[in-house]
């Protein structure tokens, strides 16, 4: 499905790779692939996979039929983050059937205590997981766009392989023979995996740094490099690599949107501001039903571009947001009506402008009753699971306001619900509105007025 979604929607293949990603990561399958072949055998892991290649192009055909790639790539992105692919909660059981691990809640029986072995046979320099995803990553820019994975991943494992007969890396031990390596902004792009301990030597203690020593086995562009027959080693005598940690190598973590509030007027100036500008997109509803959506992108006059708008720009903080989420800045170039982007990671991407949003009159006022309502579940697919939430404001052409959320939640055999009601005051200017509760903490949102429709600090409310 991800292959599909990057071949026929091109325009968003970055966005599907990175939640493909982003998926194997949360659901720690980056090590799932090497963990089946030694549990099961090369040849048999191999004849398995042909086995499901039928069921596999049914299922793309199907999710096919659903609409428009741009609609089932989005779902598909969106499904990535919910319950449909939550591997570990389906099988919780997973790291017991591979043979790499207790399965999570449980205990070992034992514990075992890694010995570290002296390093002097092996390689004489050390590098972290970071610059060995980093190097990858140069790897893979350098290559044509052209470049099959298979080729680009044999490739990285070239380069990898240049370094010497055996790697030594450090990183933490995330869960069995799997390293990585991370701080509050940012993750590695690829981890390390230990296909085997040499000997059969105890796995390495999770949640420890440590320094393995290995032989390239692999490279996967989706998950992780492999070394095989791998030993703990200790790193004193091996000097530290300088090769350089890249943003490559990186993936940087969403920052929570709080971060970068600031008061108002401290943010971007009306003249730092090319326009607001929106695309057809795609998401999920109340159900899992897809929906048509059009996201709003923020465009700088010096040419940068934001994709995740919510707070009004004069209370933005675009140099702070640079830094921490660099991940959801690009550069934009014109491409007749619309914008070619290119993103942090060398991904690119043609924005088709749905509208050009224009800036509202400062003191706008506002008439009536706009909702706004977001959800999920899997009715649309034949479930018994809905979820809805939204909230409605009712604005009056004095500044005030009255308003509340909504929140529900329903199977076959159960419902559940919330809701709280109040008001305040609100103004509008350019491309915010401040709101004012009576009781609570003052909000000052991205706004814009498109058709009878508002758009209010990340949703879309229609006239009630």
């Known amino acids: 499905m991800r292959d599909d979604c990057a071949a026929r929607d091109p325009g968003t293949a970055a966005a599907t790779k990175q939640a493909y990603a982003a998926w194997l990561s949360a659901q720690k399958l980056e090590g799932f692939d090497a963990g089946l072949r030694k549990r099961l055998g090369d040849a048999n892991v191999t004849q398995l996979r042909s086995s499901l290649n039928p069921q596999l192009d049914a299922l793309v055909g199907s999710m096919r039929t659903l609409g428009t790639a741009a609609q089932v790539c989005a779902a598909y992105r969106a499904q990535l983050k919910g319950d449909t692919f939550d591997v570990r909660g389906k099988v919780p059981q997973l790291n017991t059937l591979l043979g790499t691990g207790t399965a999570a809640g449980t205990t070992a029986a034992t514990t075992t205590t890694t010995k570290a072995a002296p390093a002097s046979t092996g390689p004489t320099v050390r590098y972290t997981v970071a610059q060995l995803s980093s190097l990858a990553g140069q790897t893979l820019a350098a290559l044509p766009k052209t470049t099959s994975s298979s080729v680009a991943e044999q490739a990285v494992v070239t380069k990898l392989r240049a370094l010497g007969p055996q790697v030594a890396v450090t990183g933490t031990v995330q869960r069995s023979r799997s390293l990585t390596q991370s701080d509050d902004r940012r993750e590695v792009k690829w981890s390390v995996y230990c296909y085997d301990m040499a000997g059969d030597a105890a796995d390495p203690p999770k949640g420890q740094t440590v320094t393995v020593v290995g032989r390239v086995r692999e490279f996967d562009r989706d998950t992780s490099l492999t070394l095989e027959g791998c030993r703990v080693v200790n790193p004193a005598g091996l000097k530290a690599s300088t090769l350089p940690a890249a943003d490559v190598g990186w993936r940087f973590k969403n920052q929570p949107a709080e971060r970068f509030l600031v008061a108002a007027g401290q943010g971007l100036k009306d003249s730092e501001v090319l ?104 009715t649309a697919m034949g479930g018994d699971v809905m979820v809805a939430g939204g909230s409605d404001y009712t604005f009056k052409p004095d500044g005030t306001f009255t308003g509340g959320r909504f929140g529900g939640a329903s199977t076959s055999n159960m419902a559940v619900g919330s809701q709280s009601r109040g008001g305040g005051r609100y103004s509008i200017q350019g491309y915010g509105i401040t709101i004012k509760p009576t009781s609570g903490p003052e909000q000052r949102l991205l706004f814009y007025r498109f058709g009878d429709a508002l758009h209010i600090g990340g949703s879309d409310f229609v006239r009630d």
């Open 275 to 378: 326009g607001v500008y929106t695309t057809q997109s795609s998401g999920i509803g109340v159900g899992g039903m897809v929906i048509v959506t059009f996201p709003p992108y923020l465009f700088l006059k010096d040419g940068t571009v934001y994709n995740d708008p919510s707070w009004a720009p004069s209370s933005f903080n675009a140099k702070l947001s640079r830094q921490l989420e660099p991940q959801k800045w690009g550069k934009w170039t014109r491409q007749g009506q619309n914008f070619q982007i290119r993103w942090g990671d060398g991904e690119t991407e043609t924005f088709e402008v749905q509208d050009a949003i224009k800036p509202a009159a400062a003191g706008l006022k506002l008439s009536g009753t706009y909702a706004s309502l977001g959800g999920g579940g899997n």
